[in-house]
């Protein structure tokens, strides 16, 4: 990768390995379940996260709103966080594919307040019923929420049975970051969707998981979406090499995040919330008036690659193409174009 790209961690490229894994897979027709490289990824998936099976699927934004197709019937409610990505940044489609009706909670980086979920619960009398309660951790704000704050939402989903499903497209993140094994998080969920393609490398890919019965429903629900696929070992092969090789080194993204966010927090005028960064991304402001097309246009003639600022807000992601000595560069690129 020739520029210090910080966009997102989608932007990684199979690696070497991933590639040979690829040209070499096994395959079949997965229609008919038998892909066995496919066959392996589910299983080996299903494993990481303590659940009885898994489906391999072609995007998170399918899992998650699979998840919420096979859980509830059409019309009942889904109780989320307003910040959450099925409601901020997956088209509508919890309406449009499982004509679910989202209730959005206030929330801070995700998190909302129990209290308020419990109350927005619908009691047995009244409609539309609640059918789900969605989590999202690590949130893409980057920050993760700890085990008690799910053990907390289990708590009330349990009183009053209700589902609970986890976005957890970087959950090993935030298992890197709160030092416990993935299944340890996933138990606080009933479905689990995760992505082989953010910052694992995999070129495509996410997976749901769940119990059995729940994954089998899926997987006819996946045939109403388009996403079966057939000769999907190709894809999937890289998926097991993300699992198994790049799942342990995310510590390394969330060191150079530190890295980059200490650089950063030292540039006069530049604001870092420290405490905020827990996974692989950084957020600063900037504390005068920048001109940002000047600062895009700068940063990309140095190579590096970012999003411009939202709200006044600029997120930078590292990922496994980030080394040490790209974070120093990106960080006196900064300091330099803002002097
Ligand atoms: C928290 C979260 N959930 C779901 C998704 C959706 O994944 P995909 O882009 O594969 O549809 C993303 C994508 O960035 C995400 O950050």
Redesign the pocket.
Known sequence: MKNIDLRSD?VTWPTEEMRQAMARAEVGDDGYGDDPTVNRLEKMAAERLGKEAALFLP????G?QLAIFTHINRGEEVITAEDN?IVQ?EAGAAAIIAGAHLRCLRAVKGRVDPGDLERTIRRPHEVPKTGLICL?NAH?TGVVHDLDYMGKVREIADRYRIPVHL?G??IFNAAAYLKVDSAKIAEYADSVMF?L??GLCAPVG?ILAGNADFIKRARVKRKTMGGSMRQAGILAAAGIIALEKMTPRLHEDHERALQLATLLGQIPGVRVTMEDVHINMVFIQFQRPVNTDELMAKLGSEGILANPPEDGVMRLVTHYYIDREMVKKAADAFRRILA
């Not at 995007?59 to 399918?62: E, H, K, L, P, R």
């Open positions: 989608t995007s998170g934004t399918m998650n990505h940044h999202e893409s976005d497209a970087r992505c393609s953010k996410s």
